[in-house]
């Protein structure tokens, strides 16, 4: 799922559903931990779009841990290379 708009890092409001089921199983299952992966498109410099991609996977990261998710859970990194 694309969480943010395109050239944006905030998590769009539609895209918390899915980070919602995230954050129940996370409650549910205590000892699960996430390694959250974020892409950007083509479109940018690969400079750009890695720092692009870092910050919304920090988006998400913060997301979790305001929802309650403890930090030591959770890691991530923006991805380079968009996903095909």
């Excluded at 974020?38 to 991609?53: I, P």
Aim: overall charge positive; charged content about 30%; aromatic content about 6%.
């Amino acid at each position: 799922m694309n969480y943010s708009d395109f050239d944006k890092s905030d998590i769009r409001v539609e895209a918390t559903l899915d980070l919602e089921k995230t954050l129940d199983a996370m409650n549910q299952y205590s000892l699960i931990k996430l390694d959250i992966r974020s892409h950007t498109d083509s479109r940018g410099t690969a400079k750009y779009n890695e720092a692009l991609s870092n910050r919304r996977a920090k988006s998400t990261i913060n997301w979790l841990i305001k929802n309650g998710v403890k930090v030591n859970r959770l890691i991530g990194k923006g991805m380079v290379k968009p996903c095909l």
